[in-house]
């Protein structure tokens, strides 16, 4: 779409007029989830003679049990991951949640960040992301947060 590419030009050229003049890329903090799919059968070891053959195990089921990590990072590192219940999703109440732990963590790893010009986040427009108490807790926190071109 001509409008979406119009719109990063955009944010891309801002970003990097406001680097000339006040380097900000080391202040970035930013995030993403992933599923993991994962089976966690217990396979049994065998003791077995030489001529005997091994018994058989009956193959995983097609649907694996799933769940979800966020991993936050800056220029320097990880600094914080999680893990969320099997099955269970992102909402901006939990969001909030992992903000907080991250805001701790980064605290200890990085506080020069934090006690100076501020930490700025960029994550995506997903809408725990996006909603009213997660823009209030960014708030609170200092946070800046950078348009992210759709």
Not at 100 to 120: C, F, S, T, W, Y
Not at 126 to 141: D, G, N, W
């Amino acid at each position: 779409n001509e409008n979406q590419k119009n719109r990063r030009f955009e944010v891309s050229s801002s970003l990097l007029l406001r680097n000339n003049d006040d380097p900000f890329l080391n202040r970035i903090v930013t995030c993403d989830e992933k599923w993991i799919l994962y089976d966690n059968r217990r396979r049994s070891a065998q003791w077995l003679d030489a001529d005997e053959a091994p018994q058989h195990f009956p193959k995983p089921k097609l649907h694996q049990k799933k769940i979800m990590v966020t991993v936050w990072w800056s220029a320097v590192g990880l600094i914080h991951h999680s893990f969320l219940n099997p099955g269970e999703t992102i909402t901006a109440e939990k969001y909030c949640q992992q903000i907080d732990e991250m805001h701790q963590r980064l605290q200890q790893k990085q506080p020069a960040l934090v006690n100076r010009k501020g930490p700025i986040l960029l994550h995506d427009n997903a809408r725990p992301h996006v909603s009213m108490i997660t823009r209030q807790k960014l708030y609170e926190l200092g946070y800046e947060t950078l348009d992210h071109p759709p």
